[in-house]
């Protein structure tokens, strides 16, 4: 049974380069979650979906982030231009509805330097 | 707005003693409640979850929690920690009427061997 499959697991590049992270939900799931975490803020919620349909942007953080669901199975989060200060792990997670608990993926390590 | 406050951030334990972290939440409404548990390295996993009935819930490698409404807590306890127990602990709280879960800003648990 294949969890949340994230991609890349690490990341580096050079500020000002797009940077675009993938996730793939469990199959079946009507919620998708993107989170960011830092040791200085924490776990923050950047972003959720319902049916493939952005409900909750409110956790982003600038223009320069943006994210999409084109289908069931397929997430980005996409970061244009990086900057040093996104440096963090980005977390997708999935759920069966939004109360359920949230089955996470591995995380994908970004440093912009 | 909804919140949920873990009282400790950090914590520091030999093996052996007993564990119990805060979890306090603000809804009036029906909640479900979670605990997480990020190992180093490592992505979120579900520890216990509470939906209703038994407010004493057991889950996974010896944890247990408490729902009490009239405090709106759910700490979770351990009555000997283990050295291996040393990760970062989240309580969340999702309301049935429909919110967001929202995540805690987590404890680091440390147990020292």
């Known amino acids: 049974d294949a969890g949340v499959i994230q991609s890349p697991r690490h990341e580096v590049t050079e500020m000002g380069q797009e940077v675009t992270l993938r996730c793939k939900p469990i199959s079946g799931h009507d919620y998708l979650f993107w989170y960011r975490q830092t040791m200085m803020r924490g776990l923050e919620l950047l972003i959720y979906f319902n049916n493939n349909v952005p409900i909750d942007d409110s956790g982003m953080p600038e223009d320069r982030f943006s994210a999409k669901m084109p289908n069931a199975s397929f997430s980005t989060l996409k970061i244009q231009p990086s900057e040093p200060r996104d440096s963090a792990v980005y977390f997708c997670a999935s759920s069966l509805k939004r109360d359920q608990p949230q089955h996470f993926g591995d995380g994908t390590r970004l440093s912009i330097l | 707005a909804q919140s949920v406050s873990q009282h400790n951030h950090h914590v520091i334990l030999s093996e052996a003693a007993s564990l119990e972290l805060g979890c306090n939440y603000s809804?009036?409404?029906?909640?479900?409640l979670f605990w997480y548990v990020q190992y180093p390295g490592q992505h979120l996993q579900l520890l216990l979850k509470y939906f209703s009935g038994d407010p004493l819930v057991k889950g996974i490698k010896g944890f247990e929690a408490e729902f009490i409404k009239s405090k709106f807590s759910f700490n979770l306890r351990k009555p000997s920690v283990q050295w291996s127990d040393t990760a970062e602990y989240f309580c969340a709280v999702g309301g049935t009427g429909g919110f967001k879960t929202i995540f805690g800003a987590g404890t680091r648990l440390f147990v020292k061997a």
């Open positions: 809804y009036g409404g029906t909640v479900n």
